[in-house]
């Protein structure tokens, strides 16, 4: 392919304008922190001492779950009634029943906190539901 070039001329002094705006920036960066609110807390749950209650949200559905630390560290989560879904999941060994619909769920590694216990909650309900 053969080009021709056809002459040049400036650029428009609005466009130089906005280029050199793009170029230096509006003003001196500003460090804007984000909201540090737990994942728990977002979600909705609440606390009464070391209980917390609330519900496990999927796009699929939501399931009343609860929480409880028993120490540093050590956690014990439980979720009412998960779906039928759940038991051709390959992590249903993981739901043990303790009665009255409610289903403990063991961790083979305790989350470092409650909103990571709920939040790998919410990943098994959603797998077992998106099948």
Not at 3 to 27: D, Q
Not at 55 to 66: K, V
Not at 71 to 92: K, S
Not at 117 to 124: K, N, P
Request: aromatic share 12%.
């Amino acid at each position: 392919m053969r080009v021709k070039e056809l002459g040049n001329r400036p650029a428009p002094a609005s466009v130089r304008e906005m280029l050199s705006r793009l170029m230096r920036g509006h003003g001196p960066s500003v460090t804007v922190r984000r909201r540090e609110i737990p994942y728990w807390q977002q979600q909705g749950w609440t606390q009464s001492g070391n209980r917390y209650s609330g519900s496990y949200q999927t796009a699929f559905g939501a399931f009343q779950g609860i929480a409880d630390e028993h120490g540093r560290g050590f956690f014990r989560f439980y979720v009412h009634q998960p779906p039928r879904e759940m038991e051709r999941h390959g992590h249903w060994a993981c739901f043990q029943n303790r009665g009255e619909g409610w289903y403990e769920v063991h961790m083979a590694r305790m989350p470092r906190d409650i909103g990571s216990g709920i939040m790998s909650i919410e990943r098994i309900l959603s797998e077992a539901l998106d099948r």
